[in-house]
């Protein structure tokens, strides 16, 4: 399974869960979901993409890597200011990330999903000029999520859900809904040159099915658009 690392903590405790239930090993390669696709593409070998957002899955659909008729959504990611728990910094709006006293970074938006909404949403607020180039880089989401949680940096614009990775140590600082006007959709596909694809199948079942979407929801992730668009009200999401 070549994997955005948006969904690392359900991963890595589903890898556990469907070898004991399934008798299938999974061999996790987490990262960019815009490095997995690539490394699909040069080394045609994988059976499972599962990037942090539909864009990523759409591309690798159109290039021949992932059939179609095999994805599947298993979760919906919204785009929000973090900060570190308590917000000793009092950063409140994304004008605040222009102060001096302020590190902030957002992941690399040519090859992580989140880097590319969070490009979106400085575009949207007029910041982009002004903030992208004193901004930190990350190349995944899990890098990203870890700068804040090791105080590396102040904020970050990333997932909603990178506050339940870290429930002691990030806290979420909502967007003003106008700039927020997408939210992500996680999803699965097993690739055309599969060489288990039937095992493939399987495991993406059991992510979506009534196991998998409980574990989703205990790692703090929204499992229906419903869910998302409630956060975000003027959104567009996957249906």
């Given at each position: 399974m070549?994997?955005?690392?948006?969904?690392?903590?359900?991963?890595?405790?589903?890898?556990?869960?469907?070898?004991?239930e399934l008798g299938i090993r999974i061999l996790l390669n987490l990262g960019g979901s815009g490095s997995m696709l690539s490394q699909l593409e040069l080394g045609r070998r994988g059976d499972i993409y599962l990037p942090g957002s539909h864009d990523y899955i759409e591309r690798a659909v159109a290039r021949h890597v992932v059939d179609p008729a095999s994805r599947i959504d298993f979760a919906y990611l919204v785009p929000a200011l973090l900060v570190q728990a308590g917000n000793p910094l009092g950063i409140h709006t994304l004008a605040d990330l222009e102060r001096p006293d302020v590190r902030a970074a957002i992941a690399e938006p040519r090859t992580v999903c989140v880097g590319a909404y969070a490009e979106g949403?400085?575009?949207?607020?007029?910041?982009?000029?002004?903030?992208?180039?004193?901004?930190?880089?990350?190349?995944?989401?899990?890098?990203?999520?870890?700068?804040?949680?090791?105080?590396?940096?102040?904020?970050?614009?990333?997932?909603?859900?990178?506050?339940?990775?870290?429930?002691?140590?990030?806290?979420?600082?909502?967007?003003?809904?106008?700039?927020?006007?997408?939210?992500?959709?996680?999803?699965?596909?097993?690739?055309?040159?599969?060489?288990?694809?039937?095992?493939?199948?399987?495991?993406?079942?059991?992510?979506?099915?009534?196991?998998?979407?409980?574990?989703?929801?205990?790692?703090?992730?929204?499992?229906?658009?419903?869910?998302?668009?409630?956060?975000?009200?003027?959104?567009?999401?996957p249906r």
């Amino acid at each position: 399974m070549f994997a955005g690392s948006a969904s690392k903590p359900v991963l890595e405790e589903a890898a556990k869960r469907i070898e004991k239930e399934l008798g299938i090993r999974i061999l996790l390669n987490l990262g960019g979901s815009g490095s997995m696709l690539s490394q699909l593409e040069l080394g045609r070998r994988g059976d499972i993409y599962l990037p942090g957002s539909h864009d990523y899955i759409e591309r690798a659909v159109a290039r021949h890597v992932v059939d179609p008729a095999s994805r599947i959504d298993f979760a919906y990611l919204v785009p929000a200011l973090l900060v570190q728990a308590g917000n000793p910094l009092g950063i409140h709006t994304l004008a605040d990330l222009e102060r001096p006293d302020v590190r902030a970074a957002i992941a690399e938006p040519r090859t992580v999903c989140v880097g590319a909404y969070a490009e979106g949403v400085l575009e949207r607020a007029g910041l982009a000029n002004k903030l992208l180039p004193r901004l930190g880089r990350a190349r995944s989401c899990a890098a990203l999520a870890n700068l804040l949680a090791l105080g590396n940096v102040d904020a970050i614009i990333g997932w909603r859900v990178f506050a339940a990775w870290y429930p002691d140590r990030l806290q979420v600082v909502p967007l003003p809904p106008p700039l927020v006007t997408r939210v992500a959709a996680v999803p699965g596909g097993v690739t055309t040159f599969a060489a288990h694809p039937g095992a493939a199948k399987r495991v993406l079942a059991w992510l979506a099915g009534r196991e998998g979407r409980t574990l989703w929801r205990a790692h703090g992730y929204l499992v229906t658009s419903k869910e998302a668009l409630a956060l975000a009200p003027e959104a567009s999401a996957p249906r």
